[in-house]
């Protein structure tokens, strides 16, 4: 029964706010007239009600109506009850604190695994896989725990960014980071680049947008899908 | 009695291990023959034998012995005995772990309190401030705590890199991370550029090398200080 979009970013270079995937979400979203916004991952600290006019202005273009979960008192109803939900960007672990603190885990997952529409983008993504922990943001708040909603049976790197060969930094590499991931875990990660998401239908998964992803499993080497294909039998 | 190197990194673009700052590390460990090195990091996965035989034979050039924590049954008396400390660089989540599992938080704050030299690069930095929330690295295991040992009364941040303005990545940069840290903490955080590092001597506290760092406090807009500027008043 699910139906999910895990999508590496909401907005591409030169683009507007989920523009780039906007008439795909016409579709996804057919059944909805209101989709509840969660705006916990708070993206460069904005307030709640900032992100979520944010999020209402784009979807306004497709004649949906934005409610932000946190104007609800009782958010675990509001969960159970929604049309649609939509996960936005912003940090991972500030994201993922809220959703504990809120007692959100189980209803967000009862309410996916019964059909309700799910869109993540970046943050709303990550918590997608199984675990935060290939997440690429700052740990600035300590979650109760770095377990994610397990949509899929994998970690999802958003924004995968592929080695600057010209760098003079010394910093790990995104695959460097996801390597030293498999020292410690033996899930796959799928690297998402900007513009890319996965279409999660009941047991189908399949890569869309223009670009290739990265696939890193455990003592494997790297490897691309193209978009289209299915990636079913992952985990 | 404190008496510390907090560097942003071990190594500089075309330059070997720990080459650029060995000269000052040879009179930071002038009363020192033998130095514990704790290779809990483990950059890239690495081994700790493999990655304590690689700081070996850079200490060699200066005449210092390189023992492994690893290689000792009871770790707490290894650092509580020990004539020197150096915390290599890798994941700061990986070390955290298992500096916390290993009991060594509190026997590394009692030996660098009481005057034991303590060299950190990268991770090994990241630890002293007061938390690791404003570490670059991938959170690929959960550690008990984000507390780190405190002998700064601010956050590090290594290996810290400006925007790149000619980028079309919509990631965040480091600045804008932090900027959302500040949404969250209260403490200041240096970002701490490849070849810069901190020397604290007791209670003066010294950027060296040869570039400007980035302070950003709770609250101010972000402003650079020169090499040579003691921060002693930062918190």
């Known amino acids: 029964m699910k139906n999910i ?31 509840l916004f969660i705006p916990f991952a708070r993206p460069g600290g904005m307030s709640h009600d900032d992100y979520t006019a944010n999020a209402r202005k784009a979807f306004a273009k497709i004649n949906k109506n934005i409610v932000g979960l946190h104007t609800y008192n009782d958010k675990v109803s509001a969960v159970k009850n929604a049309q649609a939900i939509f996960v936005g960007g912003g940090n991972t672990f500030v994201l993922t604190n809220q959703l504990y603190k809120n007692n959100l885990i189980d209803a967000l997952k009862q309410a996916v695994n019964n059909g309700t529409p799910y869109l993540g983008t970046s943050a709303g993504s990550n918590i997608c896989g199984l675990t935060i922990k290939t997440t690429n943001d700052m740990p600035i708040v300590y ?7 397990g949509f899929v049976p994998f970690n999802i790197n958003p924004h995968y960014l592929d080695p600057d060969t ?13 390597k030293e ?35 890193f499993e455990y003592n494997k080497t790297p490897y691309e899908i193209t978009p289209e294909t299915e990636i079913n039998d992952l985990k």
Chains 1, 2 share one sequence.
């Open 181 to 215: 991931f498999h020292n410690f875990n033996t899930q796959p990660v799928i690297g998402l680049r900007e513009g890319s998401w996965l279409e999660v239908n009941n047991k189908s998964i399949i890569l869309k947008g223009k670009l290739t992803a990265r696939i």
């Open 143 to 149: 979650p109760s725990s770095f377990n994610a909603l």
């Open 5 to 35: 979009i895990i999508a590496s970013t909401s907005t591409i270079h030169e683009s507007g706010y989920l523009e780039y995937i906007l008439e795909d979400l016409k579709s996804f979203f057919s059944n909805a007239k209101e989709i």
């Open 166 to 178: 010209t760098s003079t930094h010394m910093g790990e590499t995104r695959e460097t980071r996801i």
